[in-house]
T-cell receptor
Framework: EAQVTQNPRYLITVTGKKLTVTCSQN?????MSWYRQDPGLGLRQIYY???????DKGDVPEGYKVSRKEKRNFPLILESPSPNQTSLYFC????????????FGPGTRLTVT | EDQVTQSPEALRLQEGESSSLNCSYT??????LFWYRQDPGKGPEFLFT???AGEEKEKERLKATLTKKESFLHITAPKPEDSATYLC???????????FGTGTRLTIIP
């Protein structure tokens, strides 16, 4: 089944404790992206990757890191999480870029206390 | 900076009562305007891409239209299963990212 998977789905952590949210797609897509979704603010892009080893900042990259060492994986790293990073996070992929249909993962709900 | 404004924020309709959702946008050269559907607790699901003013696309009870300043998502004779949040997004020339609106939460009452 073609899909985007994210892990974990739910995470409660404390301020400053490094964490990684994994994202994997099995559709051989070139483009991958991370979004956060907050009430009243909608979906905002954090980082995106046009291809392996190519990443770029979205609208809200502060406090986040990403890497794209393999085509299928695009982990999101929070090196020192803060409470303002409490949010619902989505990973997405598409065959060739944002102009193509994006497939979203199921989401990761992160709470930082 | 690209901007997307969706209205209304929420809409409640009786089953079978047709209506439209609005997406107003400002972008420096439109590459594409997108509609996604999001069910509670799930990731958005792609519906349509529109590329130029005058373009229309249909899928079941949904029809999306595009002008130079806005897009409409028309819902004809909706059913309860059409209840969801509908998201609009744009991509402008010169960047590889999407800008999303905050969505319209649609509820269809049986």
């Amino acid at each position: 089944e073609a899909q985007v998977t994210q892990n974990p789905r739910y995470l409660i952590t404390v301020t400053g404790k490094k964490l990684t949210v994994t994202c994997s797609q099995n559709m051989n897509h070139e483009y991958m992206s991370w979004y956060r979704q907050d009430p009243g603010l909608g979906l905002r892009q954090i980082y995106y990757s046009m291809n392996v080893e190519v990443t770029d900042k979205g609208d809200v990259p502060e406090g986040y890191k990403v890497s794209r060492k393999e085509k299928r994986n695009f982990p999101l790293i929070l090196e020192s999480p803060s409470p303002n990073q409490t949010s619902l996070y989505f990973c997405a992929s598409s065959p060739s870029g944002p102009l193509a249909e994006q497939y979203f993962g199921p989401g990761t709900r992160l709470t930082v206390t | 900076e690209d901007q997307v404004t969706q209205s209304p924020e929420a809409l409640r309709l009786q089953e079978g009562e047709s209506s439209s959702l609005n997406c107003s946008y400002t972008v420096s050269g439109l590459r594409g305007l997108f509609w996604y559907r999001q069910d509670p607790g799930k990731g958005p699901e792609f519906l349509f891409t529109l590329y130029s003013a005058g373009e229309e696309k249909e899928k079941e009870r949904l029809k999306a239209t595009l002008t130079k300043k806005e897009s409409f998502l028309h819902i004809t004779a909706p059913k309860p299963e059409d209840s969801a949040t509908y998201l609009c997004a744009v991509q402008g020339f010169g960047n590889e990212k999407l800008t999303f609106g905050t969505g319209t939460r649609l509820t269809i009452i049986p």
